[in-house]
T-cell receptor, first 117, second 116 residues
Framework: AQSVAQPEDQVNVAEGNPLTVKCTYS??????LFWYVQYPNRGLQFLLK??????LVKGSYGFEAEFNKSQTSFHLKKPSALVSDSALYFC???????????????FGKGTKLSVIP | ETGVTQSPTHLIKTRGQQVTLRCSSQ?????VSWYQQALGQGPQFIFQ???????GRGNFPPRFSGLQFPNYSSELNVNALELDDSALYLC???????????????FGEGSRLTVL
């Protein structure tokens, strides 16, 4: 079974400071990893993904994430936070060895990011 | 290019009733999946439809059922509603429903169901 843990319910950071939102995962095969963002009363928006290759992945709005296989982590980062980054962030994993035809994403519980002006 | 659209956006039902939620996938996408997001939780996978057939299902009872139509739009049906079914139901579309596809999901804004 696959699972995702986001150990922090909330992260507070001052505007202009770097931010990190943590994610660890568990899968039996090779992971496909994703970050999504959700604004209040909205659906989820894709930020970035790791499939294979370079461990540092760059995505939308200046976000990036680092895949660490030995630590089974995929932390989301941004060098300089903006107030508009305040939202709910979800990490998700799919096991590349899932049964044929399955595309199940398993999500973490989410981390609320608050960027303080 | 139109995105994923869902209807209705909000609805209220009573326990024991039935509900149908609708989803139009993003243009060119042939795969639709449904997720349930309870308050304060991450989305949970209900099932996926690819080429009009269910090809993946999460840990949800049979009273959760669905359809995909030839134009790739989809319905989620829930029978015998329970209080715990109150949640945001998210539809997501993608291109290619096999495990070889590494593409991301594109989500609609959801249908918020309240069961009284």
């Amino acid at each position: 079974a696959q699972s995702v843990a986001q150990p922090e319910d909330q992260v507070n950071v001052a505007e202009g400071n770097p931010l990190t939102v943590k994610c660890t995962y568990s899968v039996s095969g090779n992971p496909y990893l994703f970050w999504y963002v959700q604004y209040p009363n909205r659906g989820l928006q894709f930020l970035l993904k790791y499939i294979t290759g370079d461990n540092l992945v760059k995505g939308s709005y200046g976000f990036e994430a680092e895949f660490n296989k030995s630590q089974t982590s995929f932390h989301l980062k941004k060098p300089s936070a903006l107030v508009s980054d305040s939202a709910l962030y979800f990490c998700a994993v799919r096991d590349s060895s899932s049964g044929a035809g399955s595309y199940q994403l398993t999500f973490g519980k989410g981390t609320k990011l608050s960027v303080i002006p | 290019e139109t995105g994923v659209t869902q209807s209705p956006t909000h609805l209220i039902k009573t326990r024991g009733q039935q509900v149908t939620l609708r989803c139009s996938s993003q243009s060119g996408h042939n795969t639709v999946s449904w997720y349930q997001q309870a308050l304060g939780q991450g989305p949970q996978f209900i099932f996926q439809y690819y080429r009009e057939e269910e090809n993946g299902r999460g840990n949800f009872p049979p009273r959760f059922s669905g359809l995909q139509f030839p134009n790739y739009s989809s319905e989620l049906n829930v029978n015998a509603l329970e209080l715990d079914d109150s949640a945001l139901y998210l539809c997501a579309s993608s291109l290619g429903g096999t495990r070889m596809n590494t593409g991301e999901l594109f989500f609609g804004e959801g249908s918020r169901l309240t069961v009284l």
